[in-house]
């Protein structure tokens, strides 16, 4: 189910570590300098996540073999997942990567090893990133579904060591399409199939 955004991250974070490093070179400049550096760099890696999330919700649409797939496009996006509240990150994307700007340049500024403050907010994107390729994979598979008519869909965790309790009490279970639960905790890789009473 996520083995493409798993891929994007993957080249992401080796984007991004790219990027990140590049910025190293210009934390012995003045607060205004580092401050536009800073913004670059987040404004930057901002348009690269945004591109990698279309086409991973491209991609997630297209593999359910439903619907129209041009149904996907860069206001979907920006709606349905950027802009919108996550209940599991408790935030909405566009609000987080402001923010996530404000805390590196506070701690490049304030912190004692700015080389670490660096790799910490790598850390911190890259844990972000991670989980909006999950949410916009869920998204787009539940747009499909919606898109071409499916009511009811089961629940199906993945059946490792790493599932928690709730997982494992919902896998198997059948929703309304539009009663499905929110997903108990950031990570969480379980995933969604149509349902037919009928199969």
Avoid at 132 to 139: K, N
Avoid at 163 to 191: A, N
């Amino acid at each position: 189910m996520y083995e493409f955004a798993d891929k994007v991250v993957k080249y992401l974070n080796s984007r991004f570590i790219e990027m990140f490093g590049n910025r190293k070179s210009l934390l012995s400049f003045d607060e205004v300098n580092v401050l536009q550096s800073v913004k670059s760099l987040y404004t930057e890696a901002d348009l690269l996540v945004r591109e990698m999330l279309y086409r991973i919700a491209v991609e997630a649409y297209e593999n359910t073999q439903l619907g129209d797939v041009s149904l996907i496009n860069e206001q979907w996006l920006l709606d349905a997942v950027l802009e919108a509240y996550d209940p599991v990150t408790k935030y909405s994307y566009v609000n987080e990567v402001e923010r996530k700007c404000s805390r590196a340049f506070e701690g490049i500024i304030a912190g004692e090893n700015k080389n670490e403050e660096i790799d910490t907010a790598l850390r911190y994107w890259s844990a972000m990133i991670t989980q909006y390729s999950i949410i916009t994979t869920d998204a787009a598979t539940m747009k499909a579904y919606t898109d071409s008519g499916v009511e009811k869909v089961k629940w199906v965790s993945v059946k490792d060591d790493k599932r928690c309790r709730i997982c494992r009490e919902r896998d198997g279970k059948v929703y309304d399409i539009d009663k499905v639960p929110v997903k108990p905790h950031l990570g969480c890789r379980c995933y969604l199939i149509p349902y037919s009473e009928e199969l």
